[in-house]
T-cell receptor
Framework: ETGVTQSPTHLIKTRGQQVTLRCSSQ?????VSWYQQALGQGPQFIFQ???????GRGNFPPRFSGLQFPNYSSELNVNALELDDSALYLC??????????????FGQGTRLTVV | GNSVTQMEGPVTLSEEAFLTINCTYT??????LFWYVQYPGEGLQLLLK?????DKGSNKGFEATYRKETTSFHLEKGSVQVSDSAVYFC??????????FGKGTTLSVSS
């Protein structure tokens, strides 16, 4: 059973550019959640995808968007990058959308630097 | 929305010392509460959780009790080891899907 894998591990982009981050969920998991972790802060919820549909969104602007594919892998897209978007982006997969009943397994993250 | 406040670090202890990391939450309803740990270079791992008042979560010698009256979920361990050095995050859930995290507390244990 493979864990949650994210790619790339590190990325440097210029302000105004667009970026796509990828996440492969753990085998059998149908739910993926994305979090942004700024330096020295706790992770902040961006959104969740359950069976290819968005199933909850945090306080992030529309330039943060996502997709989930039929194999339950997922992408996070960020348009018009800003310096404050520099952070560690974490993906978590789970057997279902409820954090009450299922454990979220986190990947190691993608470190995005915007210059 | 829900929020979590945890004690600021870093916390520096000698091996075999007693550990407490304080965590309080603000929430509507009755959230589930979690402690996650992040070892250097790794992703977050669930350490323990509690889903209702007075529940005690425990794992690897760590414990935390869901205290509704004080809205707290303090993490404790009786005897820390060097291998416990990591960043610890307290969290609650919101709307059943999102996890709301505190800012994290760095623990450094020396031999």
């Amino acid at each position: 059973e493979t864990g949650v894998t994210q790619s790339p591990t590190h990325l440097i982009k210029t302000r105004g550019q667009q970026v796509t981050l990828r996440c492969s969920s753990q085998s059998g998991h149908n739910t993926v959640s994305w979090y942004q972790q700024a330096l020295g802060q706790g992770p902040q919820f961006i959104f969740q995808y359950y069976r290819e549909e968005e199933n909850g969104r945090g306080n992030f602007p529309p330039r943060f968007s996502g997709l989930q594919f039929p194999n339950y892998s997922s992408e996070l897209n960020v348009n018009a990058l800003e310096l404050d978007d520099s952070a560690l982006y974490l993906c978590a997969s789970s057997l279902g959308p409820s954090t009450m009943n299922t454990e979220a397994f986190f990947g190691q993250g993608t470190r995005l630097t915007v210059v | 929305g829900n929020s979590v406040t945890q004690m600021e670090g870093p916390v520096t202890l000698s091996e075999e010392a007693f550990l407490t990391i304080n965590c309080t939450y603000t929430a509507t309803g009755y959230p589930s509460l979690f402690w996650y740990v992040q070892y250097p270079g790794e992703g977050l791992q669930l350490l323990l959780k509690a889903t209702k008042a007075d529940d005690k979560g425990s794992n690897k010698g760590f414990e935390a009790t869901y205290r509704k009256e004080t809205t707290s979920f303090h993490l404790e361990k009786g005897s820390v080891q060097v291998s416990d050095s990591a960043v610890y995050f307290c969290a609650c859930n919101q709307a059943g899907t999102a996890l709301i995290f505190g800012k994290g507390t760095t623990l450094s244990v020396s031999s």
